[in-house]
C-alpha cells in the first residue's frame, strides 16, 4: 500500500468528512461521503430499473439448540453499529450520488412462529417465506438496506434469515458477518465484553480512498494493461439459444445442479498440482472448453469474481468490495489441454496483478459500445465460491448456513448473465450449480451442458489430448444402433415423409402441429408440405441434393423439413441463433444446392402460395 493509501485510510471521522467534501467539491452534509465505483454502477442500475431484487444477497442460518433471542438481536445490532455499510443509505446531492451514514439503525426483527405446523407444513412454509423475502425490494433512500426475520421452528430449531442490498453487502461480507455474531454472541453469554477489536476504517473510508487513489498515473498504469488485453475483443459470446434473444436483458433465471464425484474431483485437484495451477485454473478451462464448443469461438471472455480484499485494513469490514475480472483466453490452434492451462494460468495471474481497477471504471474508461440486449465485456460468468465453515461454535448452540446446496441462488437472486457457473469445492466433490437465463435457455439444455461439462472434465484426465477431441456426447446421449450383423433394410420402415402421409389419410382433421403461434391439421401440414415439394422440384432441386433450411423450431420447420424429404432432397438445419460463421462453415461442407429462408411462422413464400 503507498504512502498516501496509508494516510487516507488511517484518517479520522472528521478529516475523512473533510476530504470527502473537497473531493465533491461542494455540497456535501455532515456524514455523506462518495460512492465506489462498484457502488455507483449499482446506483446506476436501480435508478434504471428501482427495486430490481436481482442485486439481493439472501443468506439463511439455521440454529439448533438454546438460542436466546434477546441475546441474539443486541448481538446483531451490536454488528449493526460496528460498520458503518449497514447504517448507509443513498442520496442526491447537487447532482451526485452521495453515501448517507445514519448514526444509528436500530433492529426490530419479526418473529414468525412456524412450530405448530407438520413438518411437511413447515418445510413448504420455511422455503416459501425465504423466497419470497428473497425478492423483497429495497429503496436505497431509505435504510436499513438489510433485513432480518426470525423463523421459530420449534423451541429448540430456529432459522434466522438476512437479506440485504449488494450495494452494502458482498460474499466476503457474508464470512464477516457471521464470525462476528458468533464472538459477540459468546461473550455476551458469558458476561463478557466484546473481545472484537476496534475497526481501524470504515466502507467509507475505503470509498474515499479509492477515488482519491485511482487517477493519474495509477490509473493509466492500470487501463493500459487492460486496454491492450480486450482490444478487439469480441463484444458478444454467441452461444446457441432455445429462443431468441430479448431485445432487451432480462434476469429471469433458473438454477440446474449437478455433482462432480469425489474420486474424479481428486483427480482433477492432483492434476491442478502436477500442471503448476489452482483448481479454479483447471475449472475454468473445462468450462471454457465447454463454451468454445458450442459457439466455435476460439476468443473467449468470460468473468469471474475476486475478493478485491488485497489489504489488511479492509479485510474485516463489511461492504461491497468484490470486484469483477475479464479473462480472455485463446482457444486457437486446438492447444492440447495442458497448454490451454499455461495459457489460463498467464491471464489469471496478469488480471490478479491489475484487479485494483475496478470493473466499474474499466466500462467507464473504456466505454465498449452498450447493447440492452446483454452486459457488457462478457455474458457469461464463473465464480468459484469459498463458502464459510458451515459449522460455527456457538455456545448451547450448533450453527449452520441454512439450505447450503442453494446457497449459489441465495446470494445471485436473478440471472445477470446469459449463464453463471458457481462451483462449490466440498468433502464429497465438487458441486456445480448453473444459473441460466430462462428467456433464452431451456431446462433441458442447462441439464445436459452439466452433464457435458462432468464428461469434459474426466477426458481431460489425459492433458496431452486436444481440446477438438474432447467430445460433448455424454453417456446419456448416445444413439443406440442397430446389430451391425443385421441387414439395414430390416429396420426400414419407410420415410418419414410416407409415414406421415400415410398417417395423415387416417387422420385428417386432428391436429398435427401445435406451437405459440398456430395450430395445422394432418391435412393441412400434407397441403403445404407437398406445395413446398413442388416448388423445389420445379426450381431445379434433384432427389440427393441438399437444401438448408433457415428458421426457427417451430411449426414452420415441420412442414419445412416434410416438403424438402418429399421433394426427395437432404436436409439441414440453420438454426437463427447459431454465429455467423458457424452457419457459413454449414453451408460450405454440407454444399447446399438450395436455401430456404422462413420469416415468419406458418408463412410460405409468395411463389409458393396458390
Known amino acids: 500500500m503507498s504512502d498516501l493509501s496509508q494516510r487516507i485510510l488511517s484518517l479520522s471521522p472528521e478529516k475523512r468528512e473533510l476530504l470527502a467534501r473537497q473531493l465533491k467539491n461542494k455540497g456535501n452534509t455532515f456524514n455523506t461521503f462518495p460512492l465506489s465505483f462498484a457502488q455507483q454502477r449499482l446506483w446506476l442500475l436501480d435508478q434504471l430499473e428501482p427495486g430490481n431484487t436481482s442485486y439481493n444477497i439472501s443468506p439463511a442460518f439455521y440454529f439448533r439448540g438454546q438460542l436466546h433471542i434477546a441475546a441474539f438481536i443486541r448481538t446483531f445490532q451490536a454488528v449493526v453499529q460496528r460498520h458503518e455499510a449497514l447504517r448507509t443509505t443513498f442520496a442526491v446531492v447537487q447532482g451526485n450520488p452521495v453515501q448517507v451514514i445514519a448514526s444509528n439503525a436500530n433492529i426490530a426483527p419479526p418473529m414468525i412462529d412456524l412450530s405448530k405446523l407438520s413438518k411437511q407444513e413447515r418445510d413448504a412454509e420455511i422455503e416459501l417465506q425465504l423466497d419470497k423475502e428473497a425478492q423483497h425490494s429495497f429503496d436505497l433512500t431509505k435504510g436499513p438496506l438489510f433485513r ?3 423463523y421459530r421452528l420449534s423451541t429448540i430449531e430456529h432459522v ?12 466476503w461480507s457474508l464470512n464477516v458477518l457471521m464470525q462476528e455474531l458468533a464472538a459477540l454472541y459468546t461473550s455476551s453469554q458469558a458476561g463478557q ?29 492500470q487501463l ?45 485437484r492432483l492434476l491442478s498440482q502436477q500442471e503448476g495451477v489452482t483448481l ?13 464448443r458450442y459457439t466455435g469461438q476460439p476468443d473467449l471472455v468470460v468473468g469471474t469474481p475476486i475478493a478485491n480484499r488485497n489489504r489488511a485494513d479492509i479485510e474485516g469490514l463489511i461492504g461491497f468490495f468484490v470486484n469483477a475480472l475479464v479473462l480472455r483466453t485463446d482457444l486457437s490452434g486446438d492447444p492440447s489441454f495442458h497448454d490451454l492451462l499455461k495459457r489460463v494460468r498467464e491471464v489469471a ?8 481497477l475496478s470493473f466499474d471504471k474499466l466500462i467507464e474508461e473504456l466505454s465498449p459500445e452498450r447493447n440492452v440486449s446483454h452486459s457488457p465485456l462478457f455474458q457469461v460468468f464463473f465464480n468459484m465460491v469459498n463458502l464459510p465453515d458451515r459449522a460455527i461454535e456457538w455456545p448451547e448452540l450448533s450453527v449452520e448456513l441454512f439450505a447450503p446446496q442453494e446457497v449459489g441462488a441465495k446470494i445471485e437472486a436473478g440471472s445477470k448473465f446469459d449463464l453463471t457457473l458457481y462451483v462449490f469445492e466440498g468433502a464429497d466433490g465438487i458441486q456445480l450449480e448453473l444459473l441460466y437465463n430462462t428467456d433464452l435457455f431451456d431446462q433441458e439444455r442447462a441439464v445436459e451442458m452439466l452433464r457435458q461439462y462432468i464428461s469434459l472434465a474426466s477426458q481431460i484426465l489425459s492433458v496431452e489430448k486436444k481440446i477438438s477431441d474432447c467430445s460433448l456426447v455424454t453417456p446419456a446421449a448416445r444413439l443406440i444402433l442397430p446389430d451391425p450383423a443385421t441387414p439395414l433394410s430390416d429396420h426400414w420402415e419407410g420415410g418419414v415423409h410416407n409415414i406421415f402421409a400415410q398417417q395423415a389419410e387416417r387422420i385428417p382433421d386432428q391436429f398435427a402441429v401445435i406451437d405459440v403461434t398456430e395450430t395445422i391439421t394432418y391435412r393441412g401440414l400434407n397441403t403445404i408440405s407437398n406445395r ?28 419445412a423439413v416434410l416438403g424438402t424429404l418429399k421433394a426427395g432432397a437432404a436436409f439441414i438445419v440453420l438454426d437463427p441463433a447459431y454465429p455467423s460463421a458457424r452457419l457459413i462453415d454449414y453451408l460450405s461442407l454440407g454444399k447446399v444446392r438450395g436455401l430456404l429462408h422462413i420469416t ?11
Open 224 to 268: 493500459a494493461y487492460w486496454r491492450q488485453q480486450l482490444v478487439g475483443a469480441p463484444a458478444l459470446l454467441e452461444l446457441p439459444t432455445d429462443r431468441p434473444r430479448p431485445a432487451i436483458q432480462t434476469y429471469r433465471g433458473a438454477i440446474e445442479q449437478a455433482m462432480l464425484p469425489g474420486d474424479l474431483a481428486e483427480k482433477l
Open 280 to 292: 479454479f485454473m483447471t475449472l475454468l478451462a473445462i468450462f471454457q472448453i465447454l463454451l468454445y
Open 532 to 559: 413446398l415439394a413442388n416448388h423445389l422440384r420445379t426450381s431445379g432441386i434433384t432427389p440427393g441434393d441438399v437444401v438448408a433450411i433457415y428458421a426457427h423450431r417451430s411449426a414452420t420447420l415441420v412442414w
Open 193 to 221: 465484553p466484546s473481545s472484537l477489536p476496534a475497526l481501524p476504517i470504515q466502507y467509507a473510508d475505503y470509498a474515499v480512498w479509492q477515488r482519491n487513489w485511482l487517477q493519474g498515473n495509477v490509473l493509466e498504469e
Open 600 to 610: 415468419a411462422a406458418g408463412a410460405l413464400p409468395a411463389e409458393i402460395e396458390e
Open 349 to 356: 495471474l496478469a488480471a490478479y496483478a491489475h484487479q485494483d
Open 148 to 150: 432480518v426475520n426470525i
Open 160 to 171: 434466522v434469515a438476512v437479506n440485504t442490498h449488494h450495494i452494502v453487502f458482498d460474499g
